[in-house]
């Protein structure tokens, strides 16, 4: 419809409204009411500028800063008392890897500073920054392999053991201090603001992790949490051999892959030999069998300790894809207003009618269950699909607060200050009465619990929800978050791998508006205005 | 960390089936202290839960140990009528469990020894046969200490009730129960009676170690956890619940945030008025002294102890924490340690596109709305609002974070969100958070034990913005659509112009 034509049912419309407010004395004038103190009406610069007023008269020696206008930057929350040396325990190819980086994408997601510290990186000046890694560890290995000097075998192996093996003494000597070392530097690393630094090594003697220990709780608040990873099930190591032998371990790039195989095999039964799993009473540990299978938790104290605990427990490597779509184009999305709850656009129907058989050709019969927000436009998007469906009010759309309804030139006409200031650090920027990014991410954690246990997912969202969430899964920087790009009718199909999650997208050829906004000031390609928020010509 | 609850036809939740938690654990290892959190917990949440007790049924049915034959607790050889009675109470309790379940129940936890690997696999197979997920929830505890203690606190004294009122103290006698049984006893002879029970058993006992049931077993409270094949929401969410709770003396106190200069708007996120500021100072002084005092009576070190502090990330509220963040050299020597924390989960209710207007306004413009608000003002869900049952949703993790909390903490929040919390406390049913009373100018002190909680309140201020008469019409009517279901629901509503005189203002 036009916005401009007005039938006469609106006139009358109006009227009525108009009568109503005459009648109730008040300021209303259509029905249902604006926001009372929405940022488009006078309402909240007038109560920002009378109230400052009586903020002089407050009693507080300095009072806090005061907010008027739209919103303001908020700080990062003070994560400074957590310092968690957690020490991985386990066999080779027993997922250790595969917890420590799940682990920390989760925890850097929620904003902690984690780091990983591999053994010997402080003698890895020398090493390729590529290599760096898996050269480490291998030598590392070699080193531990070392106890028993007849196990070794293949060319590099034959040269590590020769620079090793003919001084044991030397080699347990440099093995420890590469394992100090490198303890050392996490513990500097926290020292100097992290927050949790994960210790990969095997750690498989009694020894090796009471010198951890002994170590670690020389510092004042910091704790160690020692993380085992244990695995029966032949058909999961062999696939983390092939991973790791495929993944080409500069170990073994001389090798073909048979022999680089028979060669991890060897070294995994030499680690079996001396493997002692945690029994130490006293220590405080996880135990994870079989990726989450079976769980020990043994003095876990602490809020983030049994958070990490309890994320852990969730994991699970069955295989599957979760799906993500924005609802199809709404009607504030075609009016480029923001927030709301307004039922789709004709377009944006289309594609609600499209989608069964965009999912369906993809999933085949593999069951699926969809997730969406309480709003509107979500509920709209999946009415056709044939699957359970589960509403969650944590994947509603990022609340603007004031601005909600408002258009981004309605927000810059009213409060350009406060619209600049958004753009300078959107991620940390709260809407007054409203939400950031990160207050978004914080209401996303238990949406992310679940998506771990689950199986195949598809949610249907809203832009701002699908970047914290799409953000998680790929790792991607909280700077950028709010700039990822999630257009409307597009399903991103997630499959999450070892290392990481292999993505494909499919975009309905159904056109819809786009509500991207680049960052200002960053280069972005210069279209005419009413052009540029399609990407699809309507056929 | 909860997944919305959504219930289906059958009153149950989409997505979790029916569970049996079977405890299993020698006498006085805390299985009854873990059921009945455990039941709390999951009844906040929304939950149809119960907890079956195998003792309480038995003593309903047969009476105190005194009536019983001399081989009923004695394990090994019995006599066919013991044998016949013992099967007696354990049919019976499992047609309770059938009952619940049939009535459109969800979780059941039934708290008895079940000490044997033999009867243990008999109850699992008959209720997995139906469908039913049995989890082994197994309490061990290896400390001598600890045992003794339970045995005293749990099974032979009578708490020492000091509640505000009626209702909760009502709670507190059900959930200690099973300590009718030593009523009157001599507490010595009480305490030997029982250390032979357990004695008795811990021949027989057999750990859970069949790893074919999903199982939790609990070493010496929480200090070990190991879970196996625990899969499933409901599942995952009871294990992470048991890995948080802790028996660590501590208080929670609440108090409202100041008066803000717009009461009734959520959007405008306004800053204290200057009673709001004055109000701030007074809680201040006001939880400095009360908690000296307290630490004080139990000879706590005011060194040792750190007070926490909880608000929202609204202005109101966190404000509300300001002189807590300026202390004064006076201050310091009653609250040496405090930290303020803020956090963005605790945010009053939102009250969507009502955000601002007047009940009037609210009945004239969304008027079926307004009609399914007062029926239901716990489930009912304003359009783009939260309904206390969503609130409820988002501070669980907040919650969990209470529960796992060691040191004394001071939560600033809004009446909604201190009502959602308080009723976990306390254990309230669901249906009855939008109806409890919150007044500002009340610090409200709350102190978990192992039956449940203490909690009492301290009236300490007056001024613009405390409710004038306790729930009343006219209490907070700027901030309706947090505050009206006072109104409209349960007996706190004054009927008659009597009923108000004798509501003390």
């Given at each position: 419809m036009d916005p401009t034509t007005l039938t006469t049912g609106d006139l009358a419309h109006v009227d009525d409204a108009l009568e109503d407010a005459q009648q109730s004395k008040d300021l209303l004038s259509v029905q249902p009411p604006p926001a009372m103190f929405g940022a488009g009406g006078p309402m909240l610069k007038q109560f920002d500028q009378s109230s400052a007023a009586s903020r002089m008269?407050?009693?507080?020696?300095?009072?806090p800063r005061s907010v008027v206008g739209i919103g303001n930057k908020v700080a990062k929350p003070d994560y400074s008392e957590a310092k968690i040396v957690l020490a991985m325990v386990g066999l080779p190819a027993r997922g250790k890897s595969y917890l420590s980086n799940k682990l920390m994408r989760y925890l850097k997601w929620l904003e902690y500073s984690v780091k990983v510290g591999f053994i010997g990186q402080s003698h890895c000046v020398y090493c390729h920054a590529m290599e760096f890694r898996s050269s480490t560890s291998a030598s590392y290995d070699a080193l531990e392999r070392d106890k028993k000097p007849n196990s070794l075998s293949g060319q590099r192996e034959d040269h590590t053991a020769q620079y090793f093996s003919h001084d044991n003494v030397e080699a347990t000597r440099l093995r420890d201090q590469l394992a100090t070392d490198s303890l050392e530097m996490l513990i500097q690393w926290l020292h100097d603001g992290g927050n949790v630094g994960i210790h990969d090594a095997t750690n498989s003697t009694r020894s090796r992790r009471a010198k951890i220990e002994e170590r670690v709780s020389k510092e004042k608040g910091f704790v160690t949490i020692f993380l085992e990873s244990v695995c029966d099930d032949p058909a999961i190591i062999a696939a983390n051999v092939a991973l790791k032998v495929s993944y080409g371990d500069p170990d073994y790039k001389d090798m073909s892959r048979e022999e680089a195989k028979q060669d991890f095999l060897r070294r995994i039964r030499e680690y079996e030999a001396v493997y002692e799993t945690i029994t130490e009473p006293h220590l405080s540990y996880l135990r994870i069998i079989n990726v989450g299978n079976q769980v020990t938790v043994c003095r876990i104290n602490g809020y983030l300790q049994s958070r990490i605990a309890f994320y852990l427990m969730n994991l699970h490597l069955k295989p599957r894809s979760i799906f993500f779509s924005r609802h199809g184009e709404s009607q504030y999305n075609v009016e480029g207003k923001i927030g709301g709850d307004s039922s789709l656009s004709e377009r944006g129907s289309h594609y609600a009618r499209a989608l069964p058989a965009l999912i369906t050709d993809n999933i085949g019969d593999a069951p699926l269950t969809v997730w969406t927000s309480t709003l509107q436009r979500t509920i709209q998007t999946v009415q056709h699909l044939p699957y359970n469906k589960l509403t969650w009010k944590s994947l509603d759309e990022l609340d603007a607060g004031v601005c909600d309804g408002m258009t981004y030139e309605e927000i810059e006409q009213a409060y350009p200050e406060d619209f600049a200031n958004r753009d300078e650090d959107k991620f940390n920027y709260r809407y007054r009465g409203g939400e950031s990014y990160r207050d978004v991410v914080v209401r996303l954690e238990p949406v992310i619990m679940e998506l771990e246990r689950q199986e195949n997912i598809l949610i249907i969202g809203h832009q701002a929800i699908l970047r914290c969430l799409y953000a998680y899964f790929h790792n991607l920087p909280h700077a950028d978050l709010p700039y990822i790009k999630i257009p409307l009718h597009t399903v991103i199909k997630l499959t999450p791998k070892a290392y990481g999650c292999d993505e494909e997208r499919y975009t309905l050829p159904i056109g819809a508006v786009d509500t991207h906004r680049p960052k200002p000031g960053t280069v972005q390609p210069k279209v005419p205005v009413f052009a540029g928020r399609e990407y699809f010509n309507e056929e | 960390m909860v997944a919305p609850l959504y219930t289906t036809a059958s009153g149950l939740l989409f997505h979790a089936g029916k569970i049996l938690v079977v405890t299993v654990g020698l006498p006085a290892r805390g299985k009854t202290h873990i059921s009945r959190a455990l039941e709390r917990y999951l009844r906040w949440t929304g939950v149809k839960t119960q907890v079956v007790s195998l003792g309480d049924y038995r003593r309903k049915i047969l009476g105190g140990a005194q009536k019983l034959p001399p081989d009923y607790f004695t394990l090994g050889e019995k006599s066919p009528e013991t044998v016949a009675l013992r099967k007696r109470i354990s049919d019976g309790c499992e047609q309770l469990i059938w009952d619940f379940f049939n009535s459109g129940g969800q979780v059941v936890i039934y708290d008895a020894n079940n000490g044997t690997r033999e009867r243990r696999q008999a109850l699992a197979e008959k209720f997995d046969k139906e469908g039913i997920h049995v989890i082994m929830l197994e309490s061990l505890c290896d400390n001598e200490e600890i045992i003794l203690s339970n045995i005293r606190s749990v099974k032979i004294s009578s708490p020492d009730v000091r509640l505000v009122s009626l209702r909760w103290q009502l709670i507190i006698a059900l959930i200690i129960g099973s300590s009718l049984k030593y009523r009157g006893w001599d507490p010595e002879k009480a305490v030997q009676d029982y250390y032979g029970r357990i004695r008795d058993h811990e021949a027989h006992y057999e750990p859970v170690e069949e790893t074919d049931w999903p199982y939790i077993r609990i070493v010496n409270v929480g200090e070990k956890i190991m879970v196996n094949r625990i899969h499933g929401y409901l599942q995952s969410r009871i294990v992470f619940f048991l890995m948080n709770i802790h028996n660590r003396f501590r208080t929670i106190y609440f108090a409202r945030s100041g008066q803000s200069l717009i009461e009734h708007s959520y959007k405008a996120d306004s800053d204290l008025s200057p009673p709001g500021w004055e109000y701030a100072e007074r809680l201040k002084e006001f939880v400095l002294d009360r908690r000296a005092k307290a630490l004080q009576q139990r000879g706590v070190d005011i060194e040792d102890r750190r007070l926490v502090v909880w608000t929202s990330a609204r202005r109101r509220s966190h404000h509300s924490a300001w002189p807590f963040l300026n202390l004064t050299e006076n201050d310091k020597v009653k609250l040496p340690r405090v930290k303020v924390v803020e956090k963005p989960q605790m945010s009053e209710i939102n009250p969507g596109?009502?955000?601002?207007?007047s009940p009037d306004q609210v009945r004239k413009f969304y008027p079926d709305e307004w009609e399914r608000f007062v029926r239901d003002p716990y489930a009912y869900r304003a359009p783009r609002a939260e309904s206390y049952h969503d609130l409820c949703v988002r501070l669980e993790p907040t919650l969990i974070e209470l529960e796992r909390e060691q040191e004394d903490l001071l939560i600033i929040g809004h009446a909604s969100v201190i009502r959602c919390m308080l009723a976990y406390l306390i254990g309230l049913p669901a249906s009855e958070i939008p109806a409890i009373e919150v007044a500002r100018g009340d610090l409200i002190e709350v102190v978990p034990t192992s039956y449940g909680v203490h909690s009492q309140a301290y009236h300490f201020w007056d001024g613009p913005g405390r409710s004038q008469n306790g729930g009343g019409v006219g209490k907070d009517e700027h901030n309706f659509y947090e505050n009206y279901a006072e109104d409209t629901q349960g007996k706190r509503r004054p009927q008659t112009a009597e009923a108000v005189d004798a509501i003390p203002s």
């Open positions: 008269a407050s009693q507080a020696a300095t009072p | 596109v009502w955000d601002g207007l």
